[in-house]
Nanobody, 117 residues
Framework: QVQLVESGGGLVQPGGSLRLSCAAS????????MGWYRQAPGKLRELVAT???????NYADSVKGRFTISRDNAKNTVYLQMNSLKPEDTAVYLC???????????WGQGTQVTVSS
């Protein structure tokens, strides 16, 4: 069992930056692939970025060059640095933990990011 708690969301102006954090507890964090997803009102949940337990990263085309995912296994935390934010980045951002071989997946409750002037 893994518990995920996101933080760092808020209201930011277009062009601004935020850093999201996702603190994990309850299992061996370093063995999990971690990801950030987002869901805007009336839209499907979409992948933002992932980082494997080997530190390989993957990004949605819409955020490439603006967002950076990273992890600190010593702190059981995954981060999402978001720069050059746009109004279309407004969504609830959710943290995900995955151990594909064991069929285990966990979600956090999400943190709201609003980009508006």
């Amino acid at each position: 069992q893994v518990q995920l708690v996101e933080s760092g969301g808020g209201l930011v102006q277009p062009g601004g930056s935020l850093r999201l954090s996702c603190a994990a507890s309850g299992s061996i964090f370093s063995r999990y692939d971690m990801g950030w997803y987002r869901q805007a009102p009336g839209k499907l949940r979409e992948l933002v970025a992932t980082i494997t337990n080997g530190d390989s990263t993957n990004y949605a085309d819409s955020v490439k060059g603006r967002f950076t995912i990273s992890r600190d296994n010593a702190k059981n935390t995954v981060y999402l640095q978001m720069n050059s934010l746009k109004p279309e980045d407004t969504a609830v951002y959710l943290c995900n933990a995955l151990r594909k071989r064991l069929g285990l997946m966990y979600w956090g409750q999400g943190t709201q990011v609003t980009v508006s002037s």
